[in-house]
């Protein structure tokens, strides 16, 4: 395996080979989760409501649990927290063999899948902010973008796998396939070293830890505004879109292949735009990734439209490419910002303030469109897109990724900005 690997590469560096080849495995089974939950939640008579209410379950206990978790991982070794994220979903998706039956209740399902979103609430702000201690500093984009290719391509193979495991064996045998994944991708974390931090004598409060992280956050407002940019975004426009797209297609198509293919197609144009990032230099690398991601736009409009299965496949392809560079910069930037000791409760900010608002979305994507009709909130869905990318540019900071002037983070201390 050595020789293959030129020497300082970034897969050269054992512990994010590690983590790489781990979260490859953990996001192939997390991506073929929900095409069997979906399956299972509609074949069972549930409706776009029903099915809103038990995803956005999992996305509201991490915004619960986010801040919770931020601050477990840096007072512990982020490996350890990732592990124990990591084996409780398996275990979770273990019992779905179990319980998701055609008879079980909708709230004893999106009771599970609440439990779920505690593990991600953990996992995430870890995952994130361990990356420093694995690789140089000058290699952290590169590094990013290289974890968000692993992400893209477990969730071009996910969806497929998930539809085919559900079409032979069925959804509640699928979960113990995505739970095999997790146990899998959580096996390759056991032994990365990842680098001690200073050891703080007078351990602070744990609200006073909270406090700080969002403190950090508040000092940069332009970290401020593309979160809150984002939280309305995901709300409004991924919230619905991820409720409607499998109601839309079944009942324009009449089949699953249309929806687990377009998120195929996403994760297409998402590696290939984050391939092409890699390499992509800008002057203005914040007005880049957000007039980019203005190009999510597109889901909302071909899902209005569904005039045909090509279209709507091609329209999430084209959707895919605007995350790539996001995902290059923005996690990078946070890193390169933000003192280490601070990063993981950033990143639970983040996590948790980006999807806050999920939830409501999706258990008002029902109803609303019920009242208005989904063509027309899909439309001024994609207008409420377009608009808030153009404003937050407007805010300071947002077009380099980086602060106008040092951020005072603590007394007496200066963070580079």
Not at 150 to 156: P, T
Not at 198 to 225: C, H, M, T, Y
Request: net charge positive.
């Amino acid at each position: 395996m050595k020789k293959l690997i030129a020497p300082g590469s970034l897969l050269s560096y054992k512990g994010f080979r590690q983590l790489w080849f781990s979260g490859l495995l953990v996001t192939l089974g997390g991506s073929a989760f929900p095409i069997a939950l979906a399956v299972t939640v509609l074949d069972a008579g549930g409706t776009a409501t029903t099915l809103g209410l038990i995803l956005g379950a999992r996305i509201l206990s991490s915004v619960l649990l986010g801040l919770v978790g931020g601050v477990w991982a840096d007072r512990l070794p982020r490996k350890y927290v990732m592990l124990g994220a990591d084996i409780y979903r398996a275990l979770l998706m273990l019992g779905l063999v179990f319980v998701a039956t055609p008879t079980v209740p909708p709230w004893v399902l999106a009771l599970i899948v609440f439990l779920m979103g505690a593990g991600e609430a953990f996992g995430y702000p870890a995952s994130g902010a361990i990356l420093p201690s694995l690789l140089p500093k000058e290699l952290l984009p590169a590094g990013n973008v290289m974890r968000g290719i692993a992400a893209r391509i477990s969730s071009i193979v996910g969806p497929g796998l998930g539809g085919f495991s559900v079409a032979v064996i069925g959804g509640r045998y699928t979960f113990a396939v995505t739970a095999a994944l997790f146990f899998a991708g959580t096996a390759l974390l056991i032994t990365i070293h990842e680098k001690p931090r200073e050891v703080i004598d007078v351990q602070p409060s744990f609200i006073s830890e909270i406090r700080e992280g969002l403190v950090a956050v508040w000092k940069l407002p332009w970290v401020a505004a593309l979160i809150a940019m984002s939280s309305l975004q995901l709300m409004v426009v991924l919230a619905s879109t991820s409720v409607l797209l499998p109601v839309v297609t079944r009942r324009e198509f009449h089949t699953n292949s249309v929806f687990a293919l377009s998120e195929v197609g996403f994760s297409v144009g998402a590696t290939i735009s984050a391939l092409i990032a890699i390499k992509l230099k800008s002057k203005h690398p914040g007005r880049m990734v957000v007039l980019l991601w203005g190009l999510f736009a597109v889901v909302p409009l071909v899902l209005a439209f569904p005039s045909s299965r090509v279209l709507i496949i091609g329209g999430y392809l084209l959707a895919g490419i605007s995350i790539g560079p996001w995902e290059a910069y923005w996690s990078a930037a946070l890193q390169r910002e933000i003192p280490q000791e601070l990063q993981g409760r950033v990143f639970s900010v983040d996590y948790m303030g980006s999807i806050a608002l999920m939830p409501l979305g999706m258990a008002l994507v029902g109803p609303v469109t019920d009242a208005l009709g989904v063509k027309p909130f899909l439309i001024g869905a994609a207008i409420f897109h377009v608009i808030l990318c153009l404003a937050v540019l407007f805010v300071p900071g947002v077009k380099d990724l980086r602060a106008p002037k040092p951020i005072d983070y603590s007394q007496g201390e200066q963070s580079e900005a």
